[in-house]
T-cell receptor, first 113, second 108 residues
Framework: DVKVTQSSRYLVKRTGEKVFLECVQD?????MFWYRQDPGLGLRLIYF???????EKGDIPEGYSVSREKKERFSLILESASTNQTSMYLC????????????FGDGTRLSIL | KQEVTQIPAALSVPEGENLVLNCSFT??????LQWFRQDPGKGLTSLLL?????REQTSGRLNASLDKSSGRSTLYIAASQPGDSATYLC???????FGAGTRLTVKP
């Protein structure tokens, strides 16, 4: 079974802090994705990566950056956390190709105070 | 821009009922459609993936259909059980676009 592991289930940080969310997958997937999920807005794509050191902006990249130094690991960085970044963050991975299903981690519920 | 809609937003049924969840999308140029289940506070679990060339997929008590020309997909759940209670989301792949989900409650 595919395993996508997000480092924290719950995280509380303060406004202005630099926040790192980590995601690791064990299936040698080329593609990795970061989404945020908010009530009434559904899932929205923040960034995705189709290879090591490659990244593409999704629909809402403002205030975020990403890092993919190794194939199995994709990090989401909040450069200076703000209260409007309080959300559920979901990581996903898939093999290359649009026909491939995405597999999700359990999510990180992030609160910015 | 692709828009994905799921109606109803919430559904409550007695145990044992067969039920249908609906997903509609505005742009028929999709590669595939994926149905997910999400339990409270958890991530998404993939249930079924239908490629654009397929009409339906089945897994156990679940059957998903796809009609690209009309921009619709349905998820049929047979003989519902309390353990089926969750939020069900559909997602279409061109760009990956998700519906807001249908929250299903199956009462014992």
């Amino acid at each position: 079974d595919v395993k996508v592991t997000q480092s924290s289930r719950y995280l509380v940080k303060r406004t202005g802090e630099k926040v790192f969310l980590e995601c690791v997958q064990d299936m040698d997937h080329e593609n990795m994705f970061w989404y945020r999920q908010d009530p009434g807005l559904g899932l929205r794509l923040i960034y995705f990566s189709y290879d090591v050191k490659m990244k593409e902006k999704g629909d809402i990249p403002e205030g975020y950056s990403v890092s993919r130094e190794k194939k199995e690991r994709f990090s989401l960085i909040l450069e200076s956390a703000s209260t409007n970044q309080t959300s559920m963050y979901l990581c996903a991975s898939s093999f290359q190709g649009v026909s491939q299903p995405q597999h999700f981690g359990d999510g990180t519920r992030l609160s910015i105070l | 821009k692709q828009e994905v809609t799921q109606i109803p937003a919430a559904l409550s049924v007695p145990e044992g009922e067969n039920l249908v969840l609906n997903c509609s999308f505005t742009d028929s140029a999709i590669y595939n459609l994926q149905w997910f289940r999400q339990d409270p506070g958890k991530g998404l679990t993939s249930l079924l993936l239908i490629q654009s060339s397929q009409r339906e997929q089945t897994s156990g008590r679940l059957n998903a259909s796809l009609d690209k020309s009309s921009g619709r997909s349905t998820l049929y759940i047979a003989a519902s059980q309390p353990g089926d209670s969750a939020t069900y989301l559909c997602a279409v792949r061109g760009d990956m676009r998700f519906g807001a989900g249908t929250r299903l409650t199956v009462k014992p």
